[in-house]
């Protein structure tokens, strides 16, 4: 390490009281897993092994000296120090340290130092330190009292044996009496004395002062206390709120008086975290951590009573689903039910499938089919909300249900129909709603939630399911908006949520390959998408192409083809000419899609871009992108070039007659026979035309001659019963000639080639050009094999 901010070294307390150097290194603060918290870590400068590792204990007293020295104790008489080569390091730490222990880094000690060691603090506080003796409760005393819940909130020790004072003391209602007497005489000084105590009082964070601050009876009081902030030129009024402005609505009748104070008492202390307290500071985040649970437990404890009730909850979603139930009744009820299903995010895993089983038997995915339909927008929301709590946690329960459906219910009343017809009717201009739709389809349709399921098909069926009965409905307003050439609709609520039914789309693209494959090409959906390319909201453009990017990096020749036929890239060519080169996102995305096609060498897409809209990108200069398509499609044009010419010349090596080659295959018998006739009626053929082989190829024709001249000594020196073999083998190979020359697709030439016939002509020089010898026999043969096989010649003998 370089960094000499942190340059320390380390010094260790030894038996004689001496401080001894355990050497020089770079320290540093991070979290330690074995040790659980953040530690303090010095590494020596030398080697970088460890010279110390130590974690910040909340209730160790750390002392800072001398601006560049940090002394604390770990156990017993063992102490260790920090000597800082710079100031401006041991600031750093010093500050992490007091971060950590909830403590302003302005101090120079973090704690009270006492000898006793930690067990002892805690294990036996009443061995420790004498109690604290808590003064009269008097207005005399008020500031006394204050200043000594202050001091007492520096060491876990103090907080301890404080909080234990005033329980035993019952010195919280006396408290209480004085603020009465205060409020009564109007002693403003006296009130703003009672604020800090009972500020103070909170931030003792224990359980058991709250049980008495927040009872029923002492509640408002302590509340009354909190109004009277010494910063605010008058006090506030938080009782005249929770009294009268703050209106507990009972949607159903609850029985159980020990549930209601438990609503009515968690209301009211959560209202006193989040409004009436002063918003904690960095030093202070932990120090309400007792309150936040005493929050958690009672909401927890809220919702296993309501649970248990099954009278209430019956009756609850008897009229939820009741078609008489008034609008303003059904609001509040699903209002509670939101409340209900928000509560249960405190449970652990196994007490929330529970709860949502209780609530699947209780038919709540029938009652959101009714409350997401209805026309109030606060019963809508809260609608939306509840499923999403639901699809969040178990989105298999709604695919279930949704198949469950398939037999006995109209595709429009299906859940996620009627989800969907949602997120297209949503009236808000910002389309808040249809977002969070959005959202929920997105978690149902994702096969990565699926794969944890108990019913291995649930993928199969719901995918299925979706793409048979709703994704028409999906797609309804974007086929309506692209009937045209233009777009019908460019108000910004039908853009927006074009784009969120084209994020969805894409989606699909990526996780559904199959399904969604049938329903693009079946129904021609990207030439609709790519409509909205001439949208005059670019981000709509961007959604369009960011669709076509995700289908070209499937690299499906599927898709690939039905791009090429439907000619699909000219609307985004022409966005990218209508962008006129200017440097934003579109033109950057344009030109992503055509690096990745180049890049990964797509020759299909390649050789259509380049031969369908080379004249307009050949003038694209300023990347060079487009060249080096062009130049990969020119490179791809050589070897597809060369391939075939290869390809003709071994397919023609292999027809020129055999005879002329040592031939080591045989033929069958009577095949030579019927062919031998068609070989003289071809060379009949070729001697009336005699631009077959012209002049200037007298020599190729000589060599005919000669060879043919040889061929018949040989056949008049051998006897007559060999004779057919020589006839067949010279036949055979007059045939084949006739053959590929028939046969082949790039030459096209009639059987008997006229003096006009150049192909013809051409190719049968090119025979006779490549036939020199026998050296390159094999790879002709091989040549022959791949392109136009042909049977055994026999040997010549």
Not at 34 to 53: M, N, Y
Not at 356 to 370: D, F, H, Q, R
Not at 502 to 520: A, G, P, Q, R, W
Not at 525 to 541: A, C, D, Y
């Amino acid at each position: 390490m370089t960094d000499t901010r942190r340059r320390v070294k380390l010094y260790a307390l030894n038996a004689d009281r001496q401080w001894d150097d355990r050497g020089t290194g770079h320290v540093s603060s991070s979290y330690v897993d074995r040790l659980k918290g953040i530690s303090l870590l010095v590494r020596a400068e030398s080697d970088g092994s460890l010279l110390l590792e130590s974690k910040i204990q909340p209730d160790t007293a750390y002392q800072k000296q001398q601006d560049t020295l940090i002394v604390w104790s770990e156990g017993d008489n063992f102490d260790l120090a920090l000597s800082f080569q710079e100031k401006a390091g041991c600031d750093e730490i010093w500050e992490k340290i007091c971060q950590v222990q909830g403590k302003d880094p302005s101090v120079d000690i973090t704690q009270d130092i006492v000898e006793e060691s930690e067990d002892e603090r805690f294990d036996d506080m009443s061995d420790s330190a004498p109690p604290i003796e808590l003064p009269p409760c008097e207005l005399s005393r008020l500031e006394e009292i204050n200043e000594l819940m202050g001091s007492c909130l520096t060491t876990p020790m103090r907080k301890e044996k404080l909080a234990v004072a005033i329980e035993n003391e019952g010195y919280i209602r006396k408290l209480l009496n004085l603020f009465h007497m205060c409020e009564d005489l109007e002693n403003t000084e006296g009130l703003h004395c009672l604020y800090e105590i009972f500020k103070n009082l909170i931030l003792l964070n224990k359980n058991a002062l709250f049980e008495v601050m927040f009872g029923e009876e002492a509640i408002f009081d302590v509340v009354g206390c909190l109004e009277y902030d010494p910063s605010s030129p008058a006090p506030k009024r938080h009782r005249q709120y929770l009294k009268q402005l703050a209106r507990f609505k009972e949607v159903i009748p609850i029985s159980n008086p020990e549930l209601l104070a438990k609503i009515h008492q968690t209301y009211r202390v959560q209202y006193i975290q989040d409004v009436v307290l002063p918003t904690p500071s960095v030093f202070e985040d932990n120090m309400l951590s007792t309150l936040s649970s005493f929050i958690f437990f009672n909401k927890v404890e809220i919702v296993t009573l309501i649970q248990e009730d099954e009278k209430f909850l019956s009756e609850l979603f008897a009229q939820l689903t009741d078609d008489g139930t008034d609008e303003q009744k059904r609001r509040d009820l699903v209002l509670f039910l939101k409340e209900f299903c928000n509560f249960s995010q405190n449970l652990q895993p196994q007490g929330k499938e529970s709860f949502y089983k209780t609530l699947s038997s209780l038919g709540i995915l029938p009652a959101l089919e009714i409350t997401l339909a209805a026309d109030d927008a606060q019963t809508k929301t809260a609608s939306i909300d509840i499923l999403t709590y639901i699809v969040e946690f178990s989105p298999s329960v709604v695919r279930d249900y949704t198949l469950q459906q398939t037999s006995n219910t109209d595709e429009d009343q299906m859940l996620i129909n009627v989800v969907i017809e949602q997120m297209i009717c949503d009236n808000d201009p910002e389309l808040g709603g249809a977002v969070q739709l959005m959202g929920i389809l997105r978690i149902l349709l994702d096969p990565e939630n699926m794969l944890a399921s108990v019913n291995k098909s649930e993928k199969t069926d719901f995918l299925n399911f979706f793409y048979k009965h709703s994704i028409h409905v999906l797609i309804a307003p974007l086929l309506a908006n692209t009937a045209e050439d233009h777009p019908a609709k460019e108000d910004y609520q039908t853009v927006q949520l074009l784009g969120l039914i084209l994020e969805l789309l894409s989606f699909c693209v990526e996780h559904h390959t199959y399904h969604i494959k049938n329903c693009i090409l079946n129904k021609d959906l990207l030439r609709r998408i790519l409509v909205l390319m001439k949208s005059t909201h670019t981000f709509l453009v961007l959604c369009a192409l960011r669709l076509m990017r995700k289908i070209i990096a499937l690299k499906d020749e599927f898709y690939y083809r039905y791009i090429i036929k439907g000619n699909l890239f000219a609307p985004v060519i022409d966005a990218f000419v209508r962008n006129n080169g200017r440097y934003n996102l579109l033109d950057s995305a344009i030109l992503e899609m055509f690096e990745f096609i180049k890049l990964e060498d797509i020759k299909s897409l390649c050789s259509h871009v380049v031969e369908n809209f080379g004249k307009v990108l050949d003038d694209i200069e300023y990347v060079q992108t487009f060249k080096a398509l062009k130049l990969r499609y020119d490179q791809h044009q050589d070897k597809l070039k060369d391939r075939d010419r290869t390809a003709l010349d071994s397919s023609i090596c292999s027809s020129v007659p055999s005879i002329l080659r040592n031939s080591r295959y045989r033929r069958d018998q009577r095949q030579l026979e019927e062919e031998e006739e068609m070989w003289f009626n071809e060379d009949d053929d070729f001697d009336d035309g005699e631009a077959v082989v012209p002049a200037a190829n007298d020599i190729l024709s000589k060599k005919l001659d000669s060879d043919l001249d040889s061929i018949g000594k040989i056949i008049d020196k051998k006897p007559d019963g060999n004779s057919p073999k020589l006839i067949n083998n010279s036949s055979k190979t007059g045939n084949i000639l006739n053959n590929n020359l028939s046969n082949n697709a790039t030459v096209g030439s009639p059987p008997s080639p006229t003096p006009g016939d150049t192909k013809s002509t051409s190719l049968f020089k090119k025979a006779l050009v490549d036939y020199e010898g026998d050296s390159d026999e094999d790879e002709e043969e091989e040549g022959s094999d791949v392109l136009s096989p042909s049977p055994k010649r026999a040997r010549l003998t």
